[in-house]
């Protein structure tokens, strides 16, 4: 049995590969069930492409968690009251928190 097969466009596993792939790295290879041959070069973009919004989301909120730092600084609002309002805004650990007032209140 040949679960692999290469040529110079593509780089095809079969079904069974792409669910061992998919469960050893928690990926999401999407296919169709009727599709015996998966073509990984299209996979790996897919997961690529995953990865990038996944980035762009964390940013976005780590962005908005140090606007929340800096505005209630500016505006007198104690530490102890941002902390509290991250931890349950965000669902972010005491741990993270410490981190982002450390770098952040300034």
């Not at 049995?1 to 290879?29: C, H, P, W």
């Not at 600084?73 to 931890?87: C, D, F, L, N």
């Amino acid at each position: 049995m040949n679960l692999f097969y290469f040529n110079i466009s593509q780089f095809l596993v079969e079904r069974q590969a792409a669910d061992v792939i998919n469960t050893v790295t928690g990926s999401k290879i999407r296919y169709s069930e009727k599709e015996e041959m998966i073509d990984m070069c299209l996979a790996i973009q897919e997961i690529r492409e995953e990865g990038i919004e996944k980035g762009r989301a964390e940013g976005r909120i780590e962005g908005e968690i140090i606007g929340v730092i800096r505005s209630n600084k500016k505006w007198g609002v104690p530490q102890e009251e941002t902390r509290q309002y991250i931890m349950e805004e965000y669902h972010k650990s005491v741990e993270e928190i410490e981190e982002y007032i450390t770098t952040y209140w300034k």
